[in-house]
């Protein structure tokens, strides 16, 4: 059954702490792996894409890994910053003909000053 | 560049009633996803339309339906409205299918 499952389901750090924020998926047959933010209300905004031949994408402070043999993506962030409290949702993308796209239910973090 | 537009961005609605939801696509984009989003099951995929065409569909009763527009606008309408339909209603543009989706802001729909 193709599925995603993220850890941990919520977190609260310090402002200026890292953090990592964990998915496994089973998807097969495997497209894509994406990460996305969502602050309270609105909708999903789009932080990295990796294919299966990429094993590491940065956008800005946030740095997204995959491993394609363990089925495992983690987003890791630096130096939190207040605005980074939101969901993030990691979505992994089937390759069949309908491109179906597997969503997780995300880890809720809150980043406290 | 103008993003996503859905409207109207909050709505109350009595249990039987049927509602209509808008989205404007990013101009150039042809494909318009919609999603259902509860706090406790995540996003949950309803259709895809492209090119007025529906291309895919998840797993929603038939009172749920959509369309699209030559102008690649989207509606979604929920007839006999329940309970359980109270949700953020979300939709997604992108040029090519299922790929590098803008989300818009959402409909907050609530039936009592």
């Known amino acids: 059954k193709n599925q995603v499952e993220q850890s941990p389901q919520s977190l609260i750090i310090l402002e200026g702490k890292n953090c990592t924020l964990q998915c496994n998926y089973t998807v097969s047959p495997f497209s894509n792996l994406r990460w996305y933010k969502q602050d309270t209300g609105r909708g999903p905004v789009s932080l990295t894409i990796?294919?299966?031949s990429e094993n590491t994408k940065s956008n800005g402070r946030y740095t997204a890994t995959l491993d394609a043999d363990t089925k495992q993506s983690s987003l890791h962030i630096t130096a939190s910053q207040l605005s980074d409290s939101a969901s993030y949702i990691c979505?992994?993308?089937?390759?069949?003909?309908?491109?179906?796209?597997?969503w997780g239910l995300g880890t809720s973090l809150a980043v406290n000053p | 560049k103008a993003g996503v537009t859905q409207t109207p961005r909050y709505l109350i609605k009595t249990r039987g009633q049927q509602v209509t939801l808008s989205c404007s696509p990013i101009s150039g984009h042809r494909s318009v996803s919609w999603y259902q989003q509860t706090p406790g099951q995540g996003l949950q995929f309803l259709f895809e339309y492209f090119s007025e065409t529906q291309r895919n569909k998840g797993n929603f009763p038939g009172r749920f339906s959509g369309r699209q527009f030559s102008n690649s606008r989207s509606e979604m309408n929920v007839s006999t409205l329940e309970l359980g339909d109270s949700a953020l209603y979300l939709c997604?543009?992108?040029?090519?299918?299922?790929?590098?989706?803008?989300f818009g802001s959402g409909t907050r729909l609530t039936v009592v």
């Open positions: 990796m294919t299966f």
């Open positions: 997604a543009s992108s040029l090519k299918s299922n790929y590098g989706y803008t």
């Open positions: 979505v992994a993308a089937n390759a069949g003909n309908n491109r179906k796209l597997i």
